[in-house]
Nanobody, 126 residues
Framework: QVQLVESGGGLVQPGGSLRLSCAGSGFTFSSYWMNWVRQAPGKGLEWVSGINSGGGITYYSDSVKGRFTISRDNAKSTLYLQMSSLKPEDTAVYYC???????????????????WGQGTQVTVSS
């Protein structure tokens, strides 16, 4: 069965960095667009970043552009999110997620995804 397993979250001070990883299995990871999304306490789902199957096309939300970098290693079926200059407003549970076909690549509702992981908590606080 399809599995997406995130790791790398934690507590970091403002201005710090973290790298999130998402290991995929049970599907042909290298064939699909993949996204990072996040959900802060009491808020809705927010699309963060996306990358095409080959890794050559990347998109970012305005809130993280210039601070976060998405990448993937298809040989390892792993998606990454390098986060730097972290701010308290980046605090959220971060998920990697596979968009449903024809649902768009910047989905901000769970109904636009067919698979996602359990999430990893990122807390930015002094």
């Amino acid at each position: 069965q399809v599995q997406l397993v995130e790791s790398g979250g934690g507590l970091v001070q403002p201005g710090g960095s973290l790298r999130l990883s998402c290991a995929g299995s049970g599907f042909t990871f290298s064939s699909y667009w993949m996204n990072w999304v996040r959900q802060a306490p009491g808020k809705g789902l927010e699309w963060v970043s996306g990358i095409n199957s080959g890794g050559g096309i990347t998109y970012y939300s305005d809130s993280v552009k210039g601070r976060f970098t998405i990448s993937r290693d298809n040989a390892k079926s792993t998606l990454y999110l390098q986060m730097s200059s972290l701010k308290p407003e980046d605090t959220a549970v971060y998920y990697c997620a596979k968009p449903k076909p024809r649902s768009g690549v910047r989905g901000s509702t769970w109904s636009q995804y067919d698979y996602w992981g359990q999430g990893t908590q990122v807390t930015v606080s002094s």
